[in-house]
C-alpha cells in the first residue's frame, strides 16, 4: 500500500502565499508522475500543475507565473508554492501519484486533501 499526505493548506489573504507539501509513504519501488489537482464542491477536480521523474513540469494556464511544483525524490515528496493567491485559488487541493509498489504494482494514489482558502 501507498499513502498521500498533504499539509500546508490554510487561509491566506489575496496576494499571499503558500507551500504545500505532499509526502509518500508505504511499499513504494518508485514514484513516476506526481501532481496537484484541485477541486470546488459540484465540481470536477482539474490539473493545478504536474511533475515527472525526471523534473519536467506542466501547468494550467491559470497558474503559470504564480504557481511552481517540485520534488524531492529521495524523500518522495511533492511541493506546490502558490505565490500572488486570488479569491478564485480557494479549493480542496489533492495530491496525485503514480506508484510502483515493492511488489510490482502500478497504483494511482490520492491524498486526502487540503483546504485553501483566499480571502480578506
Known amino acids: 500500500q501507498v499513502q498521500l499526505v498533504e499539509s500546508g493548506g490554510g487561509l491566506v489573504q489575496p496576494g499571499g502565499s503558500l507551500r504545500l507539501s505532499c509526502a509518500a509513504s508505504?511499499?513504494?519501488?518508485?514514484?513516476?508522475?506526481m501532481g496537484w489537482y484541485r477541486q470546488a464542491p459540484g465540481k470536477q477536480r482539474e490539473l493545478v500543475a504536474g511533475?515527472?521523474?525526471?523534473?519536467?513540469?506542466n501547468y494550467a494556464d491559470s497558474v503559470k507565473g504564480r504557481f511552481t511544483i517540485s520534488r524531492d525524490n529521495a524523500k518522495n515528496t511533492v511541493y506546490l508554492q502558490m505565490n500572488s493567491l486570488k479569491p478564485e485559488d480557494t479549493f480542496v487541493y489533492y495530491c496525485?501519484?503514480?506508484?510502483?509498489?515493492?511488489?510490482?504494482?502500478?497504483?494511482?494514489?490520492w491524498g486526502q486533501g487540503t483546504l485553501v482558502t483566499v480571502s480578506s
Open positions: 496525485n501519484a503514480d506508484a510502483v509498489t515493492s511488489r510490482y504494482r502500478y497504483l494511482e494514489v
Open positions: 508505504g511499499s513504494i519501488l518508485s514514484i513516476n508522475a
Open positions: 511533475i515527472t521523474k525526471d523534473g519536467s513540469t
